[in-house]
């Protein structure tokens, strides 16, 4: 069983950068495909991107295509997701989350493990 741990949130002004991390505990690790997902206030949560267990295969919602990374490091047992050219409607939970498969999920129930997320406000 999977225990996911988010970090790196905060307070930024627009066009800022952050770096979000979840750690993960358990073993295989490289076996589970890892996404991150956000919920603004009054909203559902959504997709924002996902990485496959090897690391080598990832998507992205349109919304944050081109100026969200993510990425992972299996030695770690950590994933990251690194956002650029921040926007106030990137406001919002960030969560992490973690599935067992060899594809790359992209739907909330898709997902068996999930961190108590982290707060991200990108200030206008």
């Known amino acids: 069983q999977a225990r996911l741990v988010e970090s790196g949130g905060g307070l930024v002004q627009a066009g800022g950068s952050l770096r979000l991390s979840c750690a993960a505990s358990g073993r295989a690790f490289s076996g589970y495909a890892m996404g991150w997902f956000r919920q603004a206030p009054g909203k559902e949560r959504e997709f924002a991107a996902a990485i496959s267990g090897s690391g080598r295969n990832t998507y992205y919602a349109d919304s944050v295509k081109g100026r969200f990374t993510i990425s992972r490091d299996n030695a770690k047992n950590t994933v990251y997701l690194q956002m650029n050219s921040l926007k106030s409607e990137d406001t919002a939970v960030y969560y992490c989350?973690?599935?067992?498969?060899?594809?790359?999920?992209?739907?909330?129930?898709?997902?068996?493990?999930w961190g108590q997320g982290t707060q991200v406000t990108v200030s206008s």
């Open positions: 989350a973690a599935d067992a498969t060899i594809r790359i999920p992209t739907t909330v129930t898709e997902y068996d493990y």
